[in-house]
């Protein structure tokens, strides 16, 4: 190769003799590090209770409400009973609603999961109906074992939703007309299981019974489990804080996860007295138990597990979800199925509550109370938005407001009018927040 190819050196002239060169910048040190940018909004938490308070109205400003609507909503209640009759917070009216609210909590528990992939399951009630129907005709009409009986009327939900999930997902069916369908089909199923008498009573001391009619008599029941949920969340909070810190990531301080755990202890304990300590108490219900495991394990699921993430992702963009490898029709009908497994769980907790399998188990106002205890409690109606515990918020609400005006004497359909009214605010909160997030450019 010619000299004239050559390129030229550093400080070397390019263009003949005259020519002035500047000299070379001189290289950075390998050791400096970039300085990463760090989001404002994720330092208001070291201003104290100013960056709190910061952090918080640009979060409702943004239109993330989150549960808030909800907990104000129940103190109005609270207070508002309350002043009407001074029954409303004693121990045998908090058990009702815990007891009261497991059946149908747990039906919602499933909805959740369904709503949050932006859809809608209107078979809950009459697959709830196939479920007791399916334990009665083995255990009570058949002799079969209890414990038998029981896993089977729960694997017949799980096949019922899975069923509406293949009709969904697989053949493109909409959900509202397969679920609907369910809703007539199986329907006719569970009065024809029953027969011509129509119910088969729940037999004395056996398991069903027990779902809502045992009480752990001793103290240290309820105080237990009390302590063992604080622990718990106390542990949850420490252990996303140490994960975030390993990732990186700013994490909650150590002040404002004591002070969190001192809000939610708290209101367990005072929980545990009144079921404990005040005159005509019984003691922790069972019910409450087990709404409360399905409540720790569901959200487990939805948070903490790659199908949950999943779920998230097809409810907010089903496309997308697909073009980033999730297989949706798996989710789809998976999500269909625990939603199916679930509603046959809570019919057995309403047979319990009803003192058997009937033909009328599940009918009624049964589907409209379990999807509005979902969307009351902060479950979005448009997909990708939501949490487990809605369902408990919810469902609390709804049986806050029919255990008070029971105690008040007020007829059903003043129940059902303040129901429908106190759905459409939520509703109307949920429009509205989503609303406010776009124009935020939050959503």
């Given at each position: 190769m010619s000299d004239l190819t050559k390129t030229p050196e550093p400080g070397t002239p390019a263009d003949g003799p005259g020519t002035a060169t500047a000299p070379a910048a001189p290289a950075p040190e390998a050791s400096a590090a970039p300085i990463p940018a760090v989001d404002p909004r994720l330092l208001v938490r070291?201003?104290?209770?100013?960056?709190?308070?910061?952090?918080?109205?640009?979060?409702?400003?943004?239109?993330e409400l989150g549960s808030l609507p909800v907990f104000i909503g129940l103190i109005v209640i609270a207070i508002v009973f309350q002043m009407q009759n001074?029954?409303?917070?004693?121990?045998s009216s908090v058990a009702n609603i815990a007891v009261y609210s497991a059946g149908l909590g747990i039906m919602a528990v499933g909805i959740v999961f369904v709503l949050i992939l932006g859809e809608i399951d209107l078979s809950v009630g009459s697959v709830?109906?196939?479920?007791?129907?399916?334990?009665?005709?083995?255990?009570?009409?058949?002799?079969?074992n209890d414990?038998?009986?029981?896993?089977?009327?729960?694997?017949?939900?799980l096949a019922l939703g899975l069923l509406h999930g293949v009709f969904f997902a697989k053949i493109g069916v909409p959900a509202f007309v397969v679920t609907l369908a369910g809703f007539l089909g199986w329907s006719g199923l569970q009065i024809w299981m029953l027969g011509s008498e129509g119910?088969?009573?729940?037999?004395?001391?056996?398991?069903?019974?027990?779902?809502?009619?045992?009480?752990?008599?001793?103290?240290?029941?309820?105080?237990g489990l009390a302590l063992v949920a604080v622990l718990g969340y106390a542990a949850s909070l420490l252990l996303d804080a140490r994960r975030r810190k390993a990732a990186a990531l700013p994490s909650r301080p150590v002040s404002e996860i004591v002070l969190r755990t001192a809000v939610v202890a708290v209101f367990c304990f005072v929980v545990a007295y009144v079921l404990n300590e005040p005159e005509g108490a019984r003691g922790l219900p069972l019910a409450l138990v087990l709404f409360l495991a399905v409540l720790v394990v569901a959200?487990?699921?939805?948070?903490?597990?790659?199908?949950?993430?999943?779920?998230?992702?097809?409810?907010?963009?089903?496309?997308?979800?697909?073009?980033?490898?999730?297989?949706?029709?798996?989710?789809?009908?998976?999500?269909?199925?625990?939603?199916?497994?679930?509603?046959?769980?809570?019919?057995?907790?309403?047979?319990?509550?009803?003192?058997?399998?009937?033909?009328?188990?599940?009918?009624?106002?049964?589907?409209?109370?379990?999807?509005?205890?979902?969307?009351?409690?902060g479950t979005s109606l448009f997909g990708?938005?939501?949490?487990?515990?809605?369902?408990?918020?919810?469902?609390?609400?709804?049986?806050?407001?029919?255990?008070?005006?029971?105690?008040?004497?007020?007829?059903?359909?003043?129940?059902?009018?303040?129901?429908?009214?106190?759905?459409?605010?939520?509703?109307?909160?949920?429009?509205v927040s989503r609303r406010t997030q776009k124009t935020a450019g939050r959503a």
């Open positions: 070291e201003e104290g209770l100013k960056g709190y308070w910061t952090e918080f109205t640009r979060k409702v400003r943004g239109g001074d029954k409303f917070l004693s121990a709830a109906g196939v479920g007791a129907a399916v334990w009665a005709v083995l255990n009570v009409s058949n002799g079969m414990w038998l009986a029981v896993a089977i009327a729960l694997l017949s939900g119910s088969i009573n729940t037999p004395s001391g056996g398991i069903v019974e027990n779902l809502t009619g045992y009480y752990f008599e001793d103290k240290a029941a309820a105080y959200d487990f699921v939805a948070r903490r597990t790659t199908f949950g993430r999943q779920v998230f992702a097809v409810g907010g963009s089903a496309e997308a979800a697909r073009r980033a490898g999730i297989n949706v029709d798996r989710v789809r009908i998976v999500v269909f199925g625990l939603s199916g497994m679930l509603a046959a769980f809570g019919g057995l907790f309403v047979a319990s509550l009803s003192g058997g399998a009937t033909k009328n188990l599940g009918s009624g106002n049964t589907l409209m109370l379990v999807i509005a205890a979902a969307v009351i409690g990708g938005r939501g949490k487990v515990w809605s369902a408990l918020l919810g469902m609390i609400v709804i049986q806050s407001i029919q255990q008070g005006l029971n105690l008040l004497g007020m007829a059903s359909e003043i129940q059902y009018m303040i129901t429908g009214a106190v759905l459409l605010a939520a509703v109307v909160i949920d429009s």
